[in-house]
């Protein structure tokens, strides 16, 4: 099962990522003080490129783990496993994490089962300890060792939301797709297009975003527009680079993808 990916970034490799608001400060005082995070906010608003970028910033090994509805805490922890030399103990990405004193950081940690993310609670309190009762040992997390989580609150309802006495372990942060302008420089920063196909493109979402909860369950992403502007930039069509990028990840039915395009059209134009 592959559920983590360890990144080093070098200093000349930081992801790019643009700020809106005091994020990067209140992510390094929490850092400095061994302080887990949490992270709220929309699908494909840059959660995960902010941590990717702080990171590298802070130059931490980074581990992150997809969480899904089937992860265990031995797919957090590690296992025993059966090699040609016997059975031999496997770390999984938390307990790499925090013998590294990397930062590791669940996604979407509201999918996965509670009784998983239990594990996680001598890490964040003032003990800062992993446990591995399978080993009988007990590692205690060095000051580079950091927790991040992230979820969209959207998906929350009672089955699949966290726990109290697991979100009040951590300092949150809220964020949300960004104001015309900054989401338009980002789009310009990760894309490379100019400022008027960017505007253009921010309006279309903005638009797009207007029908959230009344045809749509999601408003486009700005993940979603930086792969319509690559497209783009790329020569591929407007309109289809739109509705390739914006429509159709955005819904399956046939009648609110034509209704979505005529959107586009009256935003974009011919």
Same mark, same amino acid.
């Given at each position: 099962? *592959?559920? *983590? %990916? #360890?990144n080093l970034y070098t200093q000349?490799?930081?992801?790019?990522?643009?700020? !809106?608001?005091? $994020?990067?400060?209140?992510?390094?005082?929490?850092?400095?003080?061994?302080?887990?995070?949490?992270?709220?906010?929309?699908?494909?608003?840059?959660?995960?490129? @902010?941590?990717?970028?702080?990171? =590298? +910033?802070?130059?931490?090994?980074?581990?992150?783990?997809?969480?899904?509805?089937?992860?265990?805490?031995?797919?957090?922890?590690?296992?025993?496993?059966?090699? $040609? !030399?016997?059975?031999?103990?496997? %770390?999984?990405?938390?307990?790499?994490?925090?013998?590294?004193?990397?930062?590791?950081?669940?996604d979407e940690v509201v999918e996965?089962? +509670?009784?998983?993310?239990?594990? /996680?609670?001598?890490?964040?309190?003032?003990?800062?300890?992993?446990?591995?009762?399978?080993?009988?040992?007990?590692? +205690?997390?060095?000051?580079?060792?950091?927790?991040?989580?992230?979820? *969209?609150?959207?998906? !929350? *309802?009672?089955?699949?939301?966290?726990?109290?006495?697991?979100? !009040? #372990?951590?300092? =949150?942060?809220?964020?949300? @797709?960004?104001?015309?302008?900054?989401?338009?420089?980002?789009?310009?920063?990760?894309?490379?297009?100019?400022?008027?196909?960017?505007?253009? /493109?921010?309006?279309?979402?903005?638009?797009?975003?207007?029908? +959230?909860?009344?045809?749509?369950?999601?408003?486009?992403?700005?993940?979603?527009?930086?792969?319509?502007?690559?497209?783009?930039?790329?020569?591929?069509?407007? #309109? $289809?680079?739109?509705?390739?990028?914006?429509?159709?990840?955005?819904?399956?039915?046939?009648?609110?993808? $034509?209704?979505?395009?005529?959107?586009?059209?009256?935003?974009?134009?011919?």
């Amino acid at each position: 099962m *592959n559920t *983590n %990916d #360890r990144n080093l970034y070098t200093q000349d490799e930081v992801p790019w990522y643009r700020p !809106q608001g005091d $994020e990067l400060s209140l992510f390094e005082h929490a850092w400095n003080h061994n302080l887990p995070v949490m992270i709220k906010g929309p699908t494909g608003c840059g959660k995960t490129r @902010f941590v990717q970028h702080m990171a =590298a +910033k802070l130059g931490r090994p980074l581990y992150t783990v997809a969480c899904h509805d089937d992860l265990t805490a031995a797919d957090l922890v590690g296992r025993h496993l059966i090699g $040609e !030399q016997g059975t031999y103990w496997c %770390d999984g990405p938390l307990t790499r994490a925090v013998r590294e004193g990397a930062i590791c950081y669940l996604d979407e940690v509201v999918e996965a089962r +509670k009784d998983t993310t239990v594990v /996680l609670h001598p890490l964040t309190d003032d003990r800062r300890i992993l446990p591995i009762e399978r080993t009988g040992e007990t590692l +205690k997390a060095p000051p580079g060792f950091m927790l991040v989580v992230s979820y *969209n609150p959207g998906y !929350q *309802n009672l089955l699949k939301g966290m726990k109290p006495s697991t979100r !009040q #372990r951590f300092i =949150a942060m809220s964020f949300d @797709f960004p104001e015309p302008e900054l989401e338009a420089e980002i789009l310009i920063g990760e894309a490379g297009i100019d400022a008027e196909l960017a505007e253009r /493109l921010v309006k279309l979402a903005i638009a797009l975003r207007a029908l +959230k909860d009344h045809y749509l369950e999601e408003g486009a992403s700005t993940r979603l527009l930086v792969y319509a502007a690559t497209l783009i930039r790329g020569g591929y069509d407007i #309109r $289809e680079a739109c509705r390739a990028a914006l429509v159709e990840p955005l819904t399956d039915d046939t009648d609110t993808i $034509e209704a979505l395009m005529e959107v586009v059209h009256a935003t974009i134009g011919d």
